[in-house]
């Protein structure tokens, strides 16, 4: 997530400092908290975890002229909660460069 969210960065030309999470897997709060820790980015969970199934509904919606903007179609989404990050900067940076070691001595072993 790390370098996909440091890619998206660097392709539009600003900081990413939110994030969503929606499917089975955001009902974990620590999952959660742990991603905005070490992401070090808010990420905000909607209060219906199956969003992108209503996304891309909203978004068949926005194609055929039930609403006429982005903001109109998507006004109604509620957030649950949203996880702040509270890591430190030098152990954010320190768990990145133990998991990029990891890929690293794992890259490799397989023909």
């Known amino acids: 997530m790390r370098d ?3 890619t998206m ?3 539009a030309g600003h900081p ?3 994030i969503r999470a929606d499917g089975g897997a955001s009902r974990n709060d620590f999952l959660l908290e742990f991603q905005a820790d070490v ?7 909607p209060a219906n975890i199956e969003a992108t199934a ?6 068949a919606g926005l194609a055929v002229g039930l609403w006429e903007t982005r903001e109109a179609c998507f006004a109604g989404i509620e957030a649950d909660r949203t996880f702040i990050p509270t890591m430190s900067s030098a152990e954010r940076e320190r768990l990145y460069s ?3 070691r990891a890929i690293e001595r794992s890259s490799g072993w397989l023909e």
């Open 4 to 6: 996909f969210l440091d």
């Open 9 to 11: 960065a660097s392709d």
């Open 16 to 18: 990413i400092r939110t």
């Open 39 to 45: 992401l070090g980015v808010e990420v905000v969970r």
């Open 54 to 59: 209503l996304g891309a509904a909203y978004l």
């Open 98 to 100: 133990n998991w990029k």
